[in-house]
């Protein structure tokens, strides 16, 4: 048994009040003249004796009582296994502590900030365990200043540099590192505490992690201590996207802007900026209602090829470190293509694509071309290349197929235009390893010249013709749809991803684009050459090819480069291999992890302490930007009851108990944490005790003073 408020038992002095009142009240026998009678003086001395004790027990009933009344002052309390406490005194306990430091616990509510609430918790824990108890604290966000154990008065230390702080989140891996910690201490017994605000984003975060009912694992149980009573607003810029592909300087591109309200209710008079280089281009102001998300649209125009440094900027709301969204676009100073055919054994196969490129090349545009025969293709380097053009091959070959995976993966483009003599079995099989759908089967006959379809009419919003045709805001857009003869029939992915860029009036796919690994794939359904449709003898020919190749040109799908925390980082960049890498962010340099690959040089680091803004990586002079983001998931405050808390732990870790201390005072707190921690409190026991000592006392009193009236008329 311990006591919460030992300071109290200065009041057992008040148990010697009736000792002192007895002796005060202390009277010898007054003699009286009687017989000299033997018998009536031995009667005497009994009745003496008798009510001496009597009055002995009155005065033992009186100090007890008090003494229990001080020992409910001292507020006692009961650990809840007494056989393990008893244990860990003599073998040492040891406490874990997992402490929420995330940017919602900058939160404050009538007790405080969040992270105030949950340092004094955890100093509360360390206060009230045994002097032999060692410590390991644990922050969920950021890095880890120490991983060692510690005493009382360290712990105690360690906890005022403490701070919540904008970084990347690790809840799970610090959970499972404190596990295996405590497993690391044989013999002694251990304890984990989660302090936190209990965000469901953050809590969500465990699931698939750990198993409490697995056999084959050891948890140790965790008391999770919930802070914080409201789930305040907060808007955030959500994401920032290219509406469209970067194709060069001087050319616009669209920037997307996301902005979310995560709170239950409305905001108003908010206003967007977005900056380019440091120069403010234009600015909205908007209202959103509860929950509700909204995009806006910037139109940016590069000035000059590199990276791009973007910012965007939220005025609005109480909490800002959500509210600016670091983003680089690359703009290429040119576009290189490798044009692949398959020119038979003839020689007799024209391409129809290759008088474009080379049109488009003498234009001086920024599409640069090569060509090869799917025979020769070895004889270049991909990673030269930031697009490839497969034009009418019947047969992809099998050692091409994984290179070709590859290259689309890190993060280039692949535009797929099939033969009319092609192999459907070796087609599927390659656009099955990249997630891409399959071809069915064909509709019409190649090079009868009979109409089956025609393109579904384009307008002026189209992805593949905005800005092409001139005319007036009302003026309407007319295009002789080209005639379709013969094409495949294709079948999507179940994937929501990708997209159908152009279609028949069918209402069937002519292009479909398809993302996969950081680039994509653009597949055609039919050719550019007379036997499948009269496209290429179009006016609109020129300009719809001259689109795609610029569409699939545009490496890194996605168009921003960034990099959200909570995350390692991990980059490949196609470059020499004797490069010299030097990593600054927001000014302070970084010594990354190397490697050197056949594509290039691969960038790893842990990312453990980066908070947002702009990460700049220099490659012998050249630099490439990339922005550095807190994860979305931050900004939403929404936090869990602590009847959800329970149902959300249940299965996934075994926990020791829950408790809610929002609105608690200092007493409050440290009582609640001691009921917890170590027991019950018991003071409620003493109490009910002393008010049993003090009825029988009355009742002992009652009857002593009835016998002493008897005594009298006797």
Request: proline share 4%.
């Amino acid at each position: 048994m311990s006591f919460l408020n030992s300071f109290f038992f200065i009041a057992i002095i008040a148990a010697g009040i009736p000792l002192i009142i007895h002796l005060i009240n202390f009277q010898t026998s007054r003699k009286v003249a009687f017989s000299t009678l033997v018998f009536f003086q031995e009667l005497q001395k009994s009745t003496i004796r008798r009510l001496n004790l009597k009055s002995y027990l009155l005065l033992a009933l009186r100090v007890f009582a008090i003494t229990l009344l001080v020992f409910a002052l001292a507020r006692p309390f009961l650990p809840p296994d007494m056989a393990g406490r008893f244990k860990a005194a003599h073998q040492g306990q040891m406490v874990a502590l997992l402490i929420d430091n995330g940017p919602s616990m900058v939160q404050i509510d009538e007790s405080g900030p969040y992270m105030d609430q949950a340092l004094r918790i955890a100093e509360e824990v360390i206060i009230q365990s045994t002097e032999e108890s060692r410590f390991l604290i644990i922050p969920t966000h950021g890095e880890l200043k120490t991983s060692r154990w510690m005493r009382k008065a360290e712990a105690i230390r360690f906890l005022e540099e403490l701070g919540a702080v904008n970084k990347g989140g690790f809840p799970k891996e610090r959970m499972t590192f404190i596990q295996e910690r405590l497993r690391e201490e044989p013999g002694n017994s251990g304890r984990v505490y989660w302090i936190s605000d209990a965000r469901k984003t953050h809590l969500d975060k465990l699931e698939g992690q750990f198993n409490a009912n697995s056999p084959n694992e050891e948890y140790y149980p965790v008391t999770f201590v919930k802070v914080g009573d409201n789930s305040f607003q907060n808007i955030a810029v959500a994401s920032v996207d290219l509406a469209g592909q970067v194709f060069g300087e001087g050319i616009p591109v669209g920037v997307s802007v996301t902005v979310q309200n995560f709170g239950d209710q409305p905001v108003h008079n908010s206003y967007l900026s977005l900056e380019i280089d440091g120069e403010r281009l234009s600015q909205y102001e908007m209202s959103l209602a509860a929950g509700e998300e909204r995009s806006l649209l910037f139109e940016v125009i590069p000035e000059s090829a590199g990276s791009i440094r973007g910012k965007v900027i939220l005025e609005s709301g109480t909490y800002s470190f959500d509210h600016t969204r670091y983003f680089s676009i690359e703009v290429p100073k040119s576009r290189k293509v490798l044009l692949v055919g398959d020119e038979g054994d003839d020689r007799s196969r024209r391409s129809y694509l290759r008088p474009v490129l080379e049109a488009v090349f003498e234009t001086g545009t920024q599409i640069e071309a090569a060509y090869a025969d799917v025979t020769s293709i070895r004889e270049f380097e991909f990673e030269n290349f930031d697009a490839i053009i497969l034009e009418s091959i019947q047969r992809i070959p099998d050692y091409l197929q994984a290179e070709l995976v590859q290259f689309v993966q890190q993060g280039r483009g692949l535009f797929i235009i099939p033969s009319e003599q092609g192999i459907s079995e070796n087609y599927n099989r390659f656009l099955q390893q990249l997630n891409a759908g399959s071809f069915t089967g064909m509709r019409g006959d190649y090079g009868r010249f009979e109409e089956i379809a025609s393109f579904r009419p384009l307008d002026t919003g189209h992805l593949l013709t905005d800005d092409l045709f001139e005319s007036h805001e009302e003026a309407e857009v007319r295009i002789d749809m080209p005639s379709i003869y013969h094409y495949w029939l294709y079948d999507r992915p179940d994937s929501p991803a990708g997209s159908v860029l152009l279609s028949s009036n069918l209402d069937e796919p002519l292009f479909i684009e398809q993302p996969f690994g950081d680039g994509m794939v653009l597949i055609g359904t039919m050719g550019f050459s007379p036997g499948w449709s009269n496209l290429s003898i179009k006016p609109i020919y020129a300009p719809l090819l001259y689109r795609m190749i610029l569409y699939v040109v545009a490496w890194e799908y996605g168009g921003v480069r960034e990099h959200i925390l909570g995350n390692s980082f991990d980059r490949l960049i196609a470059t020499n291999y004797g490069a010299r890498v030097t990593m600054t962010l927001n000014g302070e340099e970084i010594r990354p992890e190397t490697a050197i690959t056949a594509q290039g040089i691969r960038i790893r680091y842990a990312a453990k302490e980066w908070t947002p803004g702009w990460l700049i990586i220099e490659l012998d002079g050249e630099e490439n930007t990339i922005g550095v983001n807190q994860n979305i998931l931050e900004s939403d405050f929404r936090a869990l009851s602590l009847a959800e808390v329970e149902n959300f732990l249940e299965g996934i870790l075994p926990h020791a108990g829950t408790l809610d201390v929002s609105g608690f005072s200092e007493t409050e707190i440290k009582s609640a944490m001691a009921s917890i921690s170590f027991g019950k409190e018991i003071w409620n026991w003493f109490i009910w005790l002393a008010l049993v000592f003090l009825v029988t006392e009355s009742i002992i009193a009652g009857i002593y003073k009835t016998e002493n009236t008897g005594d009298k008329r006797g």
